[in-house]
């Protein structure tokens, strides 16, 4: 063989290791290759959820891609198409909102490469994924609703609420809303007087609250999507000079550290657990689906609530 051709040769194995193109069942490593699409490092949840699922591809041998979209549902759409140029084995997502993901995950199906699903749902055909692994975000609304209807049951005025709601059109926004509102409909003396997005980070929680009591002399208790825009709501309601957890009462959902210290400090009331701990069940799945076994299209995680005796219990040994 001539020196050109080798040298031409070379350079073309080279290309292919860079684009991963060698992937397939097996990549060049022979080991399985995982896409993974991450919303963004919004919250403390989100940065337990990416150092579980990197440590668990870790673990498991597999070789994972990982990217992060930044709140971005152009990113992630860009991200996917990359993987399926790649070739990677599997892609999983956390999709930043619910719609919009039919071509994509079309042209992933079209390139036979199977999606799975984390932590967040989409509303296109269930055909175009092949598992769903996550938290039920309605019964997190619920269980917070639940614990709202309790401590207030009793009321003989109105209870004027406040609820910071996360990214609009995410699906832990839409059904913790929900389910929120389901459960509070049943006293007439709970009243929701602003609900506002703080798009699941503390920064906007800050601020959105900090407006919201300058416009409301009255607030009984905040509800808060995440525990992120509670510890930033905390901020705005001490500088306005009321006392978290007891002139404002406060519920939020996720039960990161920071939230359950809060929780144990008395500046929350009470905390709906939403785990980030995807990656051990994650990695699960894809050896699965490349071992061709089935998967089970909808996993549900296994979650607890907190109250701030129970906080001060769980903290000296919460992984996150
Ligand atoms: O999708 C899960 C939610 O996203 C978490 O509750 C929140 O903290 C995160 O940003």
Not at 67 to 91: H, L
Not at 136 to 143: M, N
Not at 274 to 294: H, T, W, Y
Request: hydrophobic share 40%.
């Amino acid at each position: 063989m001539n020196r050109k051709l080798t040298a031409l040769l070379a350079a073309m194995a080279l290309a292919l290791a860079a684009t991963g193109c060698g992937g397939g069942s097996g990549g060049d490593s022979g080991k399985i290759t995982l896409g993974f699409s991450q919303v963004g490092s919004e919250s403390g949840w989100r940065e337990a959820n990416t150092k579980s699922v990197k440590e668990s591809a870790q673990a498991a041998g597999i070789d994972l891609k990982f990217s992060d979209a930044q709140q971005k549902q152009e990113n992630q759409i860009a991200t996917i198409r990359s993987y399926i140029q790649q070739k990677v084995d599997v892609i999983a997502f956390s999709p930043v909102v619910v719609t919009g993901w039919d071509a994509v995950l079309k042209e992933a199906q079209a390139a036979k490469i199977p999606v799975v699903l984390t932590d967040r749902a989409v509303d296109s055909d269930p055909s175009l994924y092949v598992s769903f692994l996550g938290s039920d975000f309605v019964k997190e609304g619920e269980a917070v609703g639940d614990w709202v209807l309790d401590e207030y049951k009793d009321a003989t005025g109105p209870v004027n609420i406040v609820q910071l709601e996360g990214t609009v059109g995410s699906a832990p926004a839409i059904d913790r809303k929900k389910g929120f509102e389901s459960k509070i409909a049943a006293n007439p003396n709970l009243k929701v007087i602003a609900s506002q997005s703080g798009d699941f980070t503390r920064a906007d929680g800050k601020e959105v609250m900090q407006a919201i009591l300058k416009a409301n002399p009255k607030i009984d208790l905040l509800f808060a999507h995440n525990d992120d825009m509670g510890l930033g709501a905390i901020q705005a309601i001490e500088e306005a000079g009321k006392k978290p957890g007891v002139d404002i009462k406060i519920v939020t959902i996720d039960a990161v550290h920071d939230g359950m210290q809060a929780l144990a400090d008395g500046k929350i009331n009470f905390i709906a657990e939403c785990s980030p701990l995807l990656g051990d069940q994650l990695m699960d799945i894809v050896k699965k689906i490349k071992a061709g076994q089935p998967v089970d299209k909808r996993i549900v995680t296994t979650e607890t609530t907190f109250t701030q005796q129970q906080a001060a219990e769980a903290l000296p040994t919460r992984k996150y």
